[in-house]
């Protein structure tokens, strides 16, 4: 352990507390107390204004104790467990199901962790296509349910949620409990996500699987899989549609695989057909194909391979998904630095929009030594009507790529700058191409760094919560028919500091202070807006979703130049098209009214209709709840396409209309497939084989573990703990005691000899 002592004097100048303390202490002197009191009396004054001197002499000096001390890092090791139905099939252990075989390993791996809580700190999840919270039991412990529930599994997006719900702790090792299966995929993030994020922040993943290996030769079987549930494209755009084939026991035998598409009442027709071959006898082999959107509207897809002899089960031989073909739209081009929740929230404001198409990626701020980032070289195609930069260093993009921006901007595009600690001038745009596209002023400044050790740079960022406020009438800011509405949202966690405005530069948002927070300027024939906020997403957080949506919405229109762009938008949302059968489907029904419009929800009527496979209707209720219209579709079992229409009318007013379209699976894939997945639990962890990960025997886990927590152990880590003289309430109201105890004092004396 290791202590130190510093100053910190009031002015930053210890020579002007020096000498105010000085003359305070000569004037004490000098200026005795009267001099009709007895000698003893007179000492007792004097010193007791000398001790009040000295009182404030320490208080302006600030005096503060560092103290350093090395501690031993503790093994963060997260365990996921297989919570999903396919976990009651045989195990590789005579007389054991997979889930018993399962409970036995973790509770041997509980009481293994529980003896070392000294050295571990274990984070248990349970997962099926999402992850549980983590459960205590009435006795303080660890906990797991009694049998398997999970109709589905979606390893990636379990993964992905796992990892990324401890931000800001570094997790030693990811332990992954179960059979392989995955039944269900999640269109906004998948496996290759969630092993990239796990890569990034150098976890290994250990992995643990139960069932049995041999069962992949027993039988044939061919699956498509990891199809995306819908897709989005502009009429007369090319799209790819991409899934896998997974080809069990056909070993160098052709499978065809049809892409198949179905107009609402039209024929199905076969748009294109590819062969695959396995190269092993448990293979995956992707499968892509392309295809020309012709007229809006909704089509239903369909990948279909051909069932080969022997095969027993079929009902996994084919998967189908929604196709929305939209007549031309906007393209958004969103580039980012970092992963947090304000990415997220943007991706699903912009993506609910049925006219703006999202293109997006990540550059990692991790990754500078390989800058500039080959994946923003998609900015050069200028395929994009807005580009949003959030958090991205100017060294990221590269001169070539700023220099094509300032280019487009100047053409006619649009461009959107968020603030974080690697935007405008802390990013090093300043003398940049974009420094003269940018409507504020810009200081060239040092890359700032992240992270608990280095502090904020104050000159260049707000470190506190920020409100926010409307100056102008602007199509940027109008949320709803007053201006009230910005005193109701949250506070922003801290903004850039921008160091002035250009001329050009419209200020559109302040903070409750006046710093200036939204600039609007034109450019060229092109449209910029320098956001300094990146913590929107707390709209959302707090109840305000659907304001943060059109909050987007009208910033990407208005970059755009299509401001009036459809006044009046009716939209109908399920989070995914696909459902197992009995499983709760919850729908979203709302309306964007822009330009300035305003609807009273108050007088809004939905109609909201439900079409079986059979064609009989149903009425569905809608309701509205913290300020988002929506409702639960009654249990659905039978099998088939349904459809969902919504139609809303403000009064005698007929407002607009808006379908959708969703399937109920002929299947339950947790049950109809007895299959462990061996070899994809191998491919996840060779993925992360570099930091360690691995498949093992689950009676090896604990000798894994230990090596984890043997390693953890030689890491060591330096804690500082600061304390400032004031800068408590302990500290402060014992000064303020002291001093005000004896000024006190000071006056009683004086008072009692007859001074006052």
């Given at each position: 352990?290791?202590?130190?002592?510093?100053?910190?004097?009031?002015?930053?100048?210890?020579?002007?507390?020096?000498?105010?303390?000085?003359?305070?202490?000569?004037?004490?002197?000098?200026?005795?107390?009267?001099?009709?009191?007895?000698?003893?009396?007179?000492?007792?004054?004097?010193?007791?204004?000398?001790?009040?001197?000295?009182?404030?002499?320490?208080?302006?000096?600030?005096?503060?104790?560092?103290?350093?001390?090395?501690?031993?890092?503790?093994?963060?090791?997260?365990?996921?467990?297989?919570?999903?139905?396919?976990?009651?099939?045989?195990?590789?252990?005579?007389?054991?199901?997979?889930?018993?075989?399962?409970?036995?390993?973790?509770?041997?791996?509980?009481?293994?962790?529980?003896?070392?809580?000294?050295?571990?700190?274990?984070?248990?999840?349970?997962?099926?296509?999402?992850?549980?919270?983590?459960?205590?039991?009435?006795?303080?412990?660890?906990?797991?349910?009694?049998?398997?529930?999970?109709?589905?599994?979606?390893?990636?997006?379990?993964?992905?949620?796992?990892?990324?719900?401890?931000?800001?702790?570094?997790?030693?090792?990811?332990?992954?409990?179960?059979?392989?299966?995955?039944?269900?995929?999640?269109?906004?993030?998948?496996?290759?996500?969630?092993?990239?994020?796990?890569?990034?922040?150098?976890?290994?993943?250990?992995?643990?699987?139960?069932?049995?290996?041999?069962?992949?030769?027993?039988?044939?079987?061919?699956?498509?899989?990891?199809?995306?549930?819908?897709?989005?494209?502009?009429?007369?755009?090319?799209?790819?549609?991409?899934?896998?084939?997974?080809?069990?026991?056909?070993?160098?035998?052709?499978?065809?695989?049809?892409?198949?598409?179905?107009?609402?009442?039209?024929?199905?027709?076969?748009?294109?057909?590819?062969?695959?071959?396995?190269?092993?006898?448990d293979d995956i082999q992707p499968v892509q194909f392309t295809l020309t959107a012709g007229e809006p509207g909704t089509y239903m897809l369909e990948v279909v391979a051909n069932s080969v002899d022997g095969e027993v089960l079929l009902a996994n031989n084919r998967?189908?998904?929604?196709?929305?073909?939209?007549?031309?739209?906007?393209?958004?081009?969103?580039?980012?630095?970092?992963?947090?929740?304000?990415?997220?929230?943007?991706?699903?404001?912009?993506?609910?929009?049925?006219?703006?198409?999202?293109?997006?990626?990540?550059?990692?701020?991790?990754?500078?030594?390989?800058?500039?980032?080959?994946?923003?070289?998609?900015?050069?195609?200028?395929?994009?009507?807005?580009?949003?930069?959030?958090?991205?260093?100017?060294?990221?993009?590269?001169?070539?790529?700023?220099?094509?921006?300032?280019?487009?901007?100047?053409?006619?595009?649009?461009?959107?700058?968020?603030?974080?600690?690697?935007?405008?001038?802390?990013?090093?745009?300043?003398?940049?191409?974009?420094?003269?596209?940018?409507?504020?002023?810009?200081?060239?400044?040092?890359?700032?760094?992240?992270?608990?050790?280095?502090?904020?740079?104050?000159?260049?960022?707000?470190?506190?919560?920020?409100?926010?406020?409307?100056?102008?009438?602007?199509?940027?800011?109008?949320?709803?028919?007053?201006?009230?509405?910005?005193?109701?949202?949250?506070?922003?966690?801290?903004?850039?500091?921008?160091?002035?405005?250009?001329?050009?530069?419209?200020?559109?948002?302040?903070?409750?202070?006046?710093?200036?927070?939204?600039?609007?300027?034109?450019?060229?024939?092109?449209?910029?807006?320098?956001?300094?906020?990146?913590?929107?997403?707390?709209?959302?957080?707090?109840?305000?979703?659907?304001?943060?949506?059109?909050?987007?919405?009208?910033?990407?229109?208005?970059?755009?130049?299509?401001?009036?762009?459809?006044?009046?938008?009716?939209?109908?949302?399920?989070?995914?098209?696909?459902?197992?059968?009995?499983?709760?489907?919850?729908?979203?029904?709302?309306?964007?009214?822009?330009?300035?419009?305003?609807?009273?929800?108050?007088?809004?009527?939905?109609?909201?209709?439900?079409?079986?496979?059979?064609?009989?209707?149903?009425?569905?209720?809608?309701?509205?709840?913290?300020?988002?219209?929506?409702?639960?579709?009654?249990?659905?079992?039978?099998?088939?396409?349904?459809?969902?229409?919504?139609?809303?009318?403000?009064?005698?007013?007929?407002?607009?209309?808006?379908?959708?379209?969703?399937q109920i699976l002929d299947m339950q894939p947790e049950r109809n497939n007895s299959l462990a997945d061996f070899q994809q639990f191998n491919r996840l962890a060779e993925m992360t084989a570099e930091h360690g990960g691995r498949v093992v025997e689950p009676k090896?886990?604990?000798?894994?573990?230990?090596?984890?927590?043997?390693?953890?152990?030689?890491?060591?880590?330096?804690?500082?703990?600061?304390?400032?003289?004031?800068?408590?309430?302990?500290?402060?109201?014992?000064?303020?005691?002291?001093?005000?105890?004896?000024?006190?004092?000071?006056?009683?004396?004086?008072?009692?000899?007859?001074?006052?």
């Amino acid at each position: 352990m290791i202590q130190g002592w510093s100053l910190d004097p009031i002015f930053n100048s210890l020579t002007g507390v020096v000498v105010i303390w000085f003359v305070l202490l000569m004037a004490m002197i000098l200026i005795r107390p009267y001099r009709n009191l007895q000698a003893n009396r007179r000492r007792i004054l004097l010193v007791l204004r000398i001790v009040l001197v000295l009182i404030l002499g320490i208080v302006m000096l600030r005096p503060g104790r560092t103290v350093s001390e090395t501690l031993t890092r503790k093994a963060a090791v997260m365990v996921l467990t297989d919570e999903t139905e396919s976990m009651q099939q045989p195990s590789a252990v005579d007389t054991l199901t997979r889930w018993q075989h399962q409970t036995r390993v973790w509770q041997n791996t509980a009481e293994f962790l529980q003896d070392r809580s000294d050295l571990v700190l274990p984070k248990w999840f349970g997962y099926t296509d999402h992850i549980s919270k983590q459960r205590w039991d009435d006795s303080q412990q660890w906990t797991m349910p009694d049998e398997p529930v999970g109709e589905t599994t979606d390893l990636g997006a379990s993964l992905y949620e796992a990892v990324t719900s401890e931000p800001g702790q570094q997790i030693h090792a990811v332990v992954l409990m179960g059979d392989g299966r995955q039944t269900a995929y999640r269109s906004d993030v998948d496996i290759r996500q969630a092993i990239d994020e796990l890569r990034r922040r150098g976890i290994p993943l250990i992995g643990i699987p139960f069932g049995r290996e041999g069962d992949v030769q027993q039988s044939k079987d061919i699956a498509i899989e990891q199809l995306p549930q819908q897709f989005r494209v502009f009429s007369g755009n090319d799209i790819e549609i991409n899934a896998i084939a997974r080809l069990r026991a056909v070993l160098s035998e052709p499978v065809q695989v049809q892409l198949k598409m179905t107009p609402t009442n039209g024929e199905t027709q076969i748009v294109q057909t590819v062969d695959v071959t396995a190269t092993e006898t448990d293979d995956i082999q992707p499968v892509q194909f392309t295809l020309t959107a012709g007229e809006p509207g909704t089509y239903m897809l369909e990948v279909v391979a051909n069932s080969v002899d022997g095969e027993v089960l079929l009902a996994n031989n084919r998967q189908t998904a929604y196709l929305t073909v939209l007549e031309g739209g906007l393209r958004v081009l969103y580039l980012y630095g970092n992963r947090l929740g304000e990415q997220l929230e943007m991706r699903r404001s912009l993506a609910s929009s049925p006219d703006i198409e999202l293109s997006e990626s990540y550059l990692r701020h991790l990754s500078s030594k390989n800058w500039p980032d080959p994946r923003a070289n998609v900015i050069a195609d200028q395929q994009f009507d807005v580009l949003i930069l959030e958090d991205v260093h100017a060294d990221a993009l590269g001169e070539e790529n700023l220099q094509a921006v300032a280019q487009a901007i100047e053409d006619g595009k649009g461009l959107m700058m968020l603030g974080g600690f690697y935007s405008f001038g802390p990013g090093a745009y300043k003398d940049s191409p974009l420094d003269a596209v940018l409507p504020i002023e810009m200081e060239i400044f040092e890359r700032q760094e992240v992270g608990a050790a280095f502090p904020v740079r104050m000159a260049f960022h707000i470190d506190r919560e920020v409100a926010m406020r409307s100056t102008v009438d602007h199509p940027l800011t109008k949320l709803g028919s007053t201006a009230e509405i910005w005193q109701q949202l949250p506070p922003l966690e801290g903004a850039n500091l921008f160091q002035g405005v250009k001329e050009t530069g419209e200020i559109i948002l302040t903070s409750d202070r006046d710093e200036p927070l939204m600039v609007a300027s034109q450019y060229g024939l092109g449209r910029v807006v320098a956001f300094a906020g990146d913590t929107t997403w707390r709209w959302a957080r707090h109840g305000h979703a659907e304001t943060l949506r059109r909050f987007w919405r009208q910033n990407i229109l208005w970059l755009a130049r299509r401001e009036n762009l459809q006044q009046r938008d009716v939209w109908l949302q399920l989070d995914q098209r696909r459902f197992v059968p009995g499983g709760e489907i919850e729908f979203k029904v709302g309306v964007d009214i822009l330009g300035g419009e305003e609807l009273d929800p108050s007088n809004l009527v939905w109609q909201v209709i439900l079409k079986d496979p059979t064609e009989n209707t149903q009425p569905i209720t809608a309701s509205r709840q913290s300020g988002i219209w929506g409702g639960v579709l009654p249990a659905l079992d039978q099998p088939g396409e349904y459809q969902l229409q919504a139609e809303v009318t403000d009064g005698a007013t007929q407002v607009g209309q808006a379908v959708v379209n969703f399937q109920i699976l002929d299947m339950q894939p947790e049950r109809n497939n007895s299959l462990a997945d061996f070899q994809q639990f191998n491919r996840l962890a060779e993925m992360t084989a570099e930091h360690g990960g691995r498949v093992v025997e689950p009676k090896e886990l604990n000798t894994v573990l230990q090596e984890i927590i043997d390693e953890a152990s030689d890491e060591e880590v330096e804690i500082q703990m600061s304390w400032q003289l004031g800068a408590t309430q302990t500290s402060a109201w014992v000064l303020m005691l002291i001093f005000s105890s004896l000024f006190t004092l000071d006056w009683s004396l004086r008072k009692r000899w007859g001074l006052v």
